[in-house]
C-alpha cells in the first residue's frame, strides 16, 4: 500500500522550494530593474547639453558661431538677469542680448548656416534679420539697415553670406552710435551670446 504521508511531505517540500525560487526570481528581477534605471537616469543627467535651462555653455564644448560683424568695442553686454541702466530710454533693464559698436554701413554676416525664419521692423530694436540654425538656436540680428539682403525661407552660410549691414533703425538705444545688436535664442528663449559666439576683446 503506498506510502501516502511520505509522498505527501515530498510533493510539500517541492511545492515550498517552488514558491521560494519564484520569489528570489520576482525580488531579482526587480533589484535588476531598479539598477537599469538608476543607471540610465544617471547617464541622462550626465548627458544632458549645459545651457538648456539657461546656463553658461562654454564655447568650447558648443557649436561656435562666427562674429557676424567687425566691431570696435563692446558697448552693452549680456545681462539675463541684472539691470542695466538703458541712457537712451532713461530707465533699468535686462539687456538679454550683446551690443557692439561698429562702423555704419559694416556688412553683417550670418554667425551659422540656417535659414531665415524672419525679416521684420521692431519699434525698440529696428530692422531685424531672425535666423533658424535647428536644434531650437535662432540668431537675431537688429539696427540693420533697411535694405536687407536675405527673405525668410533663404538658405545662409557661416560667414559667408552677407544679410546686410549696420543701419540706425533702432530706436531703443545708442541712437547715436552705429551698432548692432546680435541675440541668440534657444528654444524660444534668449541665452547669453556668449555661449556660442567668441567675440574677441577689444
Not at 540610465?40 to 557649436?63: C, F, M, N, Q
Not at 553683417?108 to 548656416?113: K, S
Request: glycine letters at 8%; one cysteine or more; proline letters at 5%.
Amino acid at each position: 500500500m503506498p506510502t501516502t504521508p511520505t509522498f505527501h511531505k515530498y510533493q510539500s517540500n517541492q511545492n515550498t522550494t517552488g514558491e521560494v525560487r519564484a520569489k528570489g526570481v520576482i525580488a531579482g528581477s526587480f533589484i535588476i530593474l531598479f539598477a537599469v534605471t538608476f543607471i540610465v537616469a544617471a547617464i541622462a543627467i550626465t548627458a544632458k547639453p549645459r545651457g538648456a535651462e539657461g546656463d553658461r555653455l562654454p564655447v568650447s564644448t558648443a557649436i561656435v558661431f562666427a562674429v557676424p560683424v567687425q566691431y570696435e568695442s563692446m558697448l552693452k553686454p549680456c545681462s539675463l538677469t541684472d539691470l542695466q541702466y538703458n541712457s537712451t530710454a532713461r530707465y533699468w533693464e535686462s539687456h538679454k542680448r550683446v551690443t557692439v559698436e561698429t562702423a555704419a554701413g559694416a556688412p553683417v554676416y550670418a554667425t551659422f548656416d540656417g535659414k531665415v525664419s524672419n525679416v521684420t521692423t521692431d519699434m525698440k530694436y529696428g530692422k531685424m534679420v531672425e535666423i533658424d540654425h535647428g536644434n531650437g538656436l535662432k540668431t537675431v540680428y537688429g539696427n540693420l539697415d533697411e535694405s536687407v539682403l536675405v527673405r525668410i525661407g533663404d538658405t545662409v552660410l557661416k560667414g559667408k553670406t552677407k544679410i546686410g549691414s549696420v543701419g540706425q533703425t533702432a530706436k531703443n538705444e545708442f541712437t547715436k552710435t552705429p551698432h548692432l545688436s546680435i541675440q541668440v535664442l534657444r528654444n524660444g528663449k534668449a541665452i547669453d551670446p556668449n555661449d556660442y559666439i567668441d567675440f574677441p576683446i577689444k
